[in-house]
């Protein structure tokens, strides 16, 4: 075998990729050929950097899987929503060919006669058949339609489905234990572009963070929110529970990266409260606040340091 | 690194009621598909993330990925193993995204600090001190060289890329790795080779 081939394996033994009978022989021809034994040495070093920066990548941050499963599931729904729901056959026997040539003339004879026509569309009641498919037939006044498909068309016989979504203007009234207006509630502090519905939605999720599907969004809300009054909202909803692993996590995030000073300062003071004797959150706390602009939050970082051991 | 070993060992104890869990899912189960989803979907994740280097890309291709698999399922003949199947998926979706930034002339937005130290010793000496990460005050340092490696990674061909990414940051072994490309072992450890082989002429010579 040629050195290159050596230099070929030296690469498959640092990844273990090499047989054993293999690995003794690039062994043996590695102590008696100094230029494949300087591969070697420069290929292990190169190996070793890589190796760590491959363990800085080795885990994914919790926030981004949730936020990524979030999404998924969202357009699963949507998707299953979509093949449910949105079939429309009830337009089928609209437009046969004998009722184009109808409309032809009847538009014809309207325009003659100098008449408006002010509505073209017509919508056929469902086709009675299968209620549980839960299909709209009519197209409300205030909805808007849209990703409208021609599902099938016949010219023959002039048979025509569609398929599409329809959104409209939505007002739901209920109280907090109802899991709809929960859900909606969720929806308008991830979603509404407007700060004070997001405010009032927090307000409400944040009296009964006890469900953890509420402190998720909470949390999310925490470290996504670009309000800060929002963001101190679903603060002081999590403080009570800052003894926990992953509200702790979401608090040490805070205290780290928002820009809010006042949002710090009510993390550090949850956290001190409620972990008042972990000396390991103490120790990543002084790295973190002493790295702060803010002095109050420096010195309580200390201040936890002593009360702490 | 071992960790990622230890995972993949796990998933042939798992690949028995995979079996189950997909035809189900094949025959509308969302929860079936949802459990298969969550066997996979952190290191589908990994590897987006890593490819893409941003969040926002990272949740994109997770979002395709799955969203395939889920359309396409019912053509799943269990030729291969779901987890071959899906991040034979992955992959592809990453490679699509790269190639749209490529086109579009994007600069790869990697999360962290991408400012450049012109006063920077060179790398070739780092790599000399293979322990710099023991010494804390190099950890800085360490994340300069996180930005270099990124550039290098810049430099190789996409399929070398994919066959570095898969065995070094991934973990898969190169067999797998050949099956995810629809090629061989041999195929890959060629791949490998020459990917290690432009690293290093990359990284040693800034």
């Given amino acids: ?309 | 690194m071992e960790a990622i070993l230890k995972r993949t060992a796990q998933r042939v104890h798992e690949s028995d009621d995979e079996k189950l869990l997909i035809e189900q899912a094949q025959n509308g189960d969302r929860e079936a598909f949802e459990q298969l989803v969550r066997r996979h979907d952190r290191d589908i994740l990994r590897l987006a993330f890593h490819m893409l280097g941003n969040r926002e890309e990272a949740r994109e291709v997770f979002q395709e990925t799955f969203l395939k698999a889920y359309r396409s399922l019912s053509r799943f003949r269990f030729e291969s193993s779901f987890y071959t199947w899906v991040y034979r998926i992955a992959t592809n979706v990453s490679l699509d995204h790269l190639r749209k930034r490529q086109t579009l002339k994007e600069e790869i937005s990697y999360e962290s600090d991408t400012e450049m130290n012109p006063d920077r010793p060179a790398l070739k000496e780092t790599l000399a001190a293979t322990t710099y990460y023991s010494n804390p005050e190099r950890r800085l340092y360490g994340k300069e060289v996180g930005e270099k490696i990124r550039e290098a990674l810049k430099t190789l061909s996409e399929k070398e890329r994919l066959v570095f990414e898969l065995r070094h940051y991934q973990g898969l072994r190169l067999k797998m790795i050949g099956e995810i490309m629809g090629s061989t072992e041999e195929t890959a450890k060629n791949y490998l080779f020459r990917a290690t082989q432009k690293l290093r002429a990359y990284l040693t010579h800034v």
Wanted: with cysteine.
């Fill in chain 1, 1 to 309: 075998m040629s050195c290159r081939d050596y230099q070929h394996q030296i690469t498959l033994l640092l990844y273990d990729e090499l047989p054993e009978s293999s690995r003794v022989e690039l062994e043996t021809h590695l102590q008696s050929c100094p230029n494949c034994h300087d591969a070697y040495e420069s290929e292990k070093a190169m190996h070793s950097v890589l190796a760590e920066d491959a363990a800085r990548w080795s885990d994914i941050p919790s926030d981004l899987l949730v936020e990524s499963r979030k999404g998924l599931a969202d357009k699963l729904d949507r998707i299953e929503r979509n093949r449910s729901r949105w079939r429309l056959p009830a337009f089928s026997v609209v437009f046969t060919p004998m009722r184009l040539l109808e409309s032809v003339a009847l538009i014809a004879m309207g325009l003659a006669l100098g008449v408006y026509v002010s509505n073209q569309r017509q919508v056929i009641p469902q086709v009675a058949g299968n209620p549980a498919q839960d299909q709209i037939s009519v197209i409300p006044r205030n909805g808007t339609i849209s990703n409208l498909q021609v599902v099938s068309a016949d010219p023959v016989t002039g048979q025509v489905e569609l398929a599409g979504e329809i959104s409209q203007p939505l007002r739901f009234q209920g109280k907090m234990e109802d899991d709809t207006v929960r859900s909606l509630l969720f929806s308008a502090l991830r979603d509404a572009n407007n700060p004070g519905s997001r405010l009032k939605a927090v307000e409400m999720l944040a009296q009964k963070p006890t469900d953890e599907s509420i402190e998720e969004a909470l949390i999310n809300a925490l470290i996504y929110d670009h309000d800060a009054g929002v963001r101190m909202r679903a603060m002081e909803g999590l403080q009570r529970f800052a003894d926990e692993q992953h509200v702790r996590a979401a608090f040490m995030h805070t205290l780290e990266n928002d820009t809010d000073a006042g949002i710090r300062v009510k993390a550090i003071d949850a956290l001190m409260a409620r972990n008042s004797r972990d000396v390991e959150l103490a120790k990543s706390l002084e790295a973190v606040t002493k790295k702060d602009d803010n002095p109050y939050i420096r010195s309580k970082g200390l201040e936890f340091v002593g009360t702490a051991k």
